[in-house]
């Protein structure tokens, strides 16, 4: 193929990707909705229990518990089916990197998440006595 006829067929594709953007926009902009809704709920979700999450950007939040090491929370989410993924080193060794689900995965991912921090969690001693913490 001669650079002629290799340039006027990437232009050509270019164009064609540039057609087919254009149409689908608005899906990509609900899509990109979406999923803002859904950082900002898992974000809300993390902080309720006690997780730090750092400003989030894109489709991943990066959180760390203050009980729990990165690679803590990272096996114990794998062995779970929760596929997160783990920097160690430097700054982001205690995070875990957690994309984003779609809305209807969220539930399942808060169910696992309490069920982890609730195995993890130290035994909380009940109050001598009747055991709904009522003195007599």
């Keep these: 193929m001669s650079q002629q006829d290799a340039f006027a067929e990437a232009v050509f594709f270019f164009e064609g990707a540039e057609i087919a953007a254009e149409m689908h926009y608005a899906e990509f902009e609900a899509h990109c909705e979406a999923m803002l809704e859904c950082r900002g709920e898992l974000a809300r979700h993390l902080e309720a229990r006690g997780f730090e999450i750092q400003p989030p950007a894109g489709h991943f939040i990066l959180a760390k518990h203050p009980a729990h090491t990165g690679d803590t929370l990272h096996d ?7 596929a997160v993924r783990l920097f160690p080193g430097g700054l982001t060794d205690p995070y875990i990197r957690i994309t984003v689900p779609p809305r209807a995965e969220i539930d399942a991912f808060v169910e696992v998440l309490d069920d982890l921090l609730a195995a993890e969690s130290p035994a909380r001693q009940e109050p001598e006595g009747d055991p709904g913490g009522r003195t007599e």
């Design 76 to 82: 114990a989410l794998l062995s779970r089916g929760v």
